[in-house]
């Protein structure tokens, strides 16, 4: 079973960037497929970023498309997802989780995913 633990939330300001990780333990990342998924206070949570075990990603969430980046370092078992150009809209409690990877794509939903980290916040405020 993988462990996650996320870290590099905080306080920016509109057109700001932050970079989330997600760091992993238990197990190697190349057997699963990582997601980052958010939820705003009343909604919903929802997928913003998935990346395959095979290096193939996802991006669930046209609002982030050309301003987020996921990546990994298989070797420090850290999953990335770099935020740029944020907006007060990004502003939630960001979470990376995992599922086994198997022979198709993931769907960058979080019904898929049964191991989660514990979140953390990102507020987007000037």
């Known amino acids: 079973q993988l462990q996650l633990v996320e870290s590099g939330g905080g306080l920016a300001q509109p057109g700001g960037s932050l970079r989330l990780s997600c760091a992993a333990s238990?197990?190697?990342?190349?057997?699963?497929?990582i997601g980052w998924f958010r939820q705003s206070p009343g909604k919903e949570r929802e997928g913003v970023f998935c990346i395959a075990s095979s290096g193939v990603t996802i991006n669930r969430d046209d609002s982030v498309n050309a301003r987020f980046t996921i990546s990994k370092d298989v070797a420090k078992q850290v999953v990335y997802l770099q935020m740029n150009e944020l907006e007060p809209e990004d502003t939630a409690v960001y979470y990376c989780a995992a599922k086994r990877t198997t022979t198709e794509l993931p769907q960058c939903v979080p019904r898929f995913f049964g191991s989660w980290g514990q979140g953390t916040q990102v507020t987007v405020s000037s």
């Open positions: 238990g197990s190697s990342l190349d057997y699963y497929d």
